[in-house]
């Protein structure tokens, strides 16, 4: 669903009038709700008691969020406004924002987007803005395997693309099954594409 408004929003406008009753994004200067699944929401939730876990276990000073907006830009400049699924921060960046209503403006060091029925975004759209703002990792979890087959092949399979920024540019790596998916982020992670996979299923008692 998109809110028409007089005119494109900047983010800081966005912020101020973005409605309550869910998630939003902005973009090319409008507010667009972002529904999503059970499934959806339990990969993500999955993924956030797993990095919890481990900056637990390690001692990091990272903090880890599902509802972070983030100010990202396109190739002509124009200001968009996301709420990556799963964002992990640094804890100094994150206690400026402790008494604020505003939204992240520097880089995550991760972000990740479970992908749903309009993958495009994912995998073309926050790519590029998300390396533009120099995140330092992005993950793009299509748990569903929907994207074209040219991403997944032929069958299409399950996977998380891994993009690590080298240089300023996106360095991509590509998981399935029981692939150990490797973080820069958190190096030490013990998480596979079938782990995760499987966080979207009912359970079974």
């Given amino acids: 669903m998109t809110y028409t408004t007089t005119k494109p ?25 972002v529904d999503s699944t059970g499934a959806h929401r339990s990969v993500s939730r999955f993924l956030v008691r797993s990095f919890d876990r481990e ?3 390690l001692g990091l000073d990272y903090i880890v969020d599902k509802d972070i907006a983030v100010r990202t830009y396109t190739s002509s400049g124009k200001e968009q406004g996301r709420r990556p699924d799963v964002s992990v921060i640094e ?21 990740v987007e479970v992908v749903s029925t309009n993958w495009e975004d ?16 992005y993950w793009i979890v299509d748990y569903l395997a929907i994207a074209s087959r040219s991403y997944l ?12 920024l080298v240089d300023g540019q996106y360095q991509a790596k590509r998981y399935t099954g029981d692939d150990r998916i490797i973080s820069r982020i958190f ?6 594409v079938a782990a995760v996979v499987a966080a979207s299923q009912p359970r079974i008692v």
Avoid: M
């Fill in 9 to 33: 929003l900047t983010f800081e406008e966005f912020l101020k009038v973005c409605p309550e009753d869910g998630s939003y994004e902005l973009v090319n200067g409008e507010i667009v709700k």
């Fill in 55 to 57: 900056i637990e276990r």
């Fill in 91 to 111: 804890g100094r960046i994150w206690e400026r924002y402790l008494n604020t209503y505003a939204g992240i403006i520097e880089p995550l060091l991760l972000a």
């Fill in 122 to 137: 994912d995998y073309v759209d926050k790519l590029d803005e998300y390396q533009r703002l120099g995140i330092s990792e």
């Fill in 153 to 164: 092949g032929n069958p299409k399979v399950a996977s998380v693309f891994v993009h690590q």
């Fill in 187 to 192: 190096p030490e992670l013990e998480l596979t």
